[in-house]
């Protein structure tokens, strides 16, 4: 069972900067994908991004130039820099991991809001 717990969430204004974490109760490195996701109001999940263990990343079209993925295989803890915030990224963040890299997303934290306020 892994279990993940993010932190780091908060209120930010238009064009500000936070940093999530998602502390991991195992090896990062043992997961095969680790990924963030976010859900808006009223609207379905959606992956914001995702890193495997050979380093590839992956994000969503809306991200990209603004939010980075990484990790600390030392402190198994995954992180999300967002920069340039815009207040439609206003959401719950959610960490999760696809352990075996097979799309299933297995394991989830319970998320930390997000708000970006105009």
């Known amino acids: 069972q892994v279990q993940l717990v993010e932190s780091g969430g908060g209120l930010v204004q238009a064009g500000g900067s936070l940093r999530l974490s998602c502390t991991v109760s195992?090896?990062?490195?043992?997961?095969?994908?680790m990924g963030w996701y976010r859900q808006a109001p009223g609207k379905q999940r959606e992956m914001v991004a995702t890193?495997?263990?050979?380093?590839?990343?992956n994000y969503a079209d809306s991200v990209k130039g603004r939010f980075t993925i990484s990790r600390d295989n030392e402190k198994n803890t995954l992180y999300l820099q967002m920069n340039m915030l815009k207040p439609e990224d206003t959401a719950v963040y959610y960490c999760?991991?696809?352990?075996?890299?097979?799309?299933?997303?297995?394991?989830w934290g319970q998320g930390t809001q997000v708000t970006v306020s105009s």
């Open positions: 890193l495997n263990v050979g380093e590839r990343t």
């Open positions: 195992q090896r990062i490195l043992e997961l095969s994908v």
């Open positions: 999760a991991t696809d352990p075996y890299n097979l799309k299933r997303w297995n394991y």
